[in-house]
Structures are given as C-alpha cells and as structure tokens.
C-alpha cells in the first residue's frame, strides 16, 4: 500500500469516550502532521512530528494528545471532546524536516455528541 | 500577518469555460505559492505550486498566475471540465517549508456539464 493511510474514516463518539485516530505513511518521509479541516475555514495545523521532535500549535486544547512511536506511524488521542471538535481530521506527510509538498490521508471524519 | 485570503467561496462555471480563483496575502516573507485541490471524500492533493522568481507557471490547463507588487496570487483553470469539480485551497509558506504553510479557506468549484 502506498500514500498515507488513516483509520478509522467515520467515527462517532460522545463527550466522555476515548477514542484515537491513526495514520500510516509508506513514502519515507520524515515529517507527519495532524491538521483539523472545518466547513468554509483554512485547514489548521494542529500538531507536526520531525524526526520524532514534536512541535505544537499552542491553541489545540490538551483534550487532543498525539503520539508519534516512529516515523511512519501518527496517533492523535481523543477524550472529552466537544461538539465543536466534530471536524475531519488530516493526517500529512512531507519530506525532509517538515519541507513541502505535503501528502495528505483522506482523513477521519469525527462527529462528538 | 500570516493570512491568505482566498475568493469566491464558491463558484460556479460551464463546461469549456474558465475558472478563476484569486489569493492575497501580507507577509512578504511568504516564497511558494501551493495550490491544493480537493476531491469529495478525499484529502487536498498538491496541484501546481509557484516561487516568487516568475510571473507564471502552467501544467496543462492549469496556470498560476503571480503579482509580487499586489501580493496577489491565482490560478486559471482553462476550458474547465465536470471532473475539475472540487475544493481549492491556496496556500503560502517560508523557505518552502510545509511546517510553516498557512492555507486558505478554500473555493468549491462546480463545472457544469
């Protein structure tokens, strides 16, 4: 398989579950990201893994905690999510440190209730 | 300052014509211009990117057109086919750098058949 794969592509779940959303890249590339994509805004960047360094965007609240275990693989922990966080959630890849272009997954679609 | 303003929200074009969607940004210090296109149920896919050296780039009936002075970017889709019907998103970034890409909020293109 190739390209970047995430899993699961639906997901509901209610304000007190804990879920996770992962992603998978077979390019050997060296940098990951979690972005979160809303109706009719700019895709925001949540969260970039380099080399296993992560660096943050310090307005995602601590309700969503990734976790990068190596450079192919890309975790975002869920729990106690709002319904504002119902969003699709895009994992990316690119190579080098966090050059572009960037690969996307075709996402997770979350919906919290 | 980092912003990337994108319009139309949405636009609507018959088949054989051209589509237009425009980019303005602030930061001078922004050097490549990627533009994503977006299937339904799909993730954003790099279409066609350019750096500020030159005033154009075409791949097949894709153009980017760029004015450095009006900080103005867009691209021109001509004779629009109904398989170009997706979401664009624009996007710049520094040094190329996909950590450092700031996004659009994208335009929704319909070709009519």
């Known amino acids: 398989e190739t390209g970047v794969t995430q899993t699961p592509r639906h997901l509901v779940m209610g304000m007190t579950n804990k879920k996770s959303l992962k992603c998978e890249q077979h390019?050997?590339?060296?940098?990951m990201y979690w972005y979160k994509q809303s109706a009719k805004k700019p895709l925001e960047l949540m969260f970039v893994y380099s080399l296993e360094e992560r660096v943050e965007n310090n307005s995602v609240p601590s309700r969503f905690s990734p976790e990068c275990p190596n450079s192919s693989h890309l975790f975002l922990h869920l729990h106690t999510l709002q319904p504002e966080d119902s969003a699709l959630y895009l994992c990316?890849?690119?190579?080098?440190?966090?050059?572009?272009?960037?690969?996307f997954g075709n996402g997770t679609r979350l919906t919290v209730t | 300052q980092q912003q990337v303003k994108q319009s139309p929200q949405s636009l609507i074009v018959q088949k054989g014509g051209i589509s237009i969607i425009n980019c303005a940004y602030e930061?001078?210090?922004?050097?490549?211009f990627p533009w994503y296109q977006q299937f339904p149920g799909k993730g954003p896919a790099l279409l066609i990117a350019?750096?500020?050296?030159?005033s154009e780039k075409k791949e097949g009936r894709f153009t980017i057109s760029f004015n450095k002075s009006a900080k103005q970017f867009s691209l021109h889709i001509m004779d629009s086919q109904p398989g170009d019907s997706a979401t664009y998103f624009c996007?710049?970034?520094?040094?190329?750098?996909?950590?450092?890409?700031?996004f659009g909020s994208g335009t929704q293109l319909t070709v009519l058949p």
């Open positions: 350019i750096r500020p050296d030159v």
């Open positions: 930061n001078t210090a922004f050097d490549y």
């Open positions: 996007a710049a970034s520094i040094r190329g750098s996909a950590r450092q890409l700031t």
């Open positions: 990316a890849s690119s190579p080098g440190q966090g050059r572009s272009p960037l690969h």
């Open positions: 390019l050997g590339h060296n940098a």
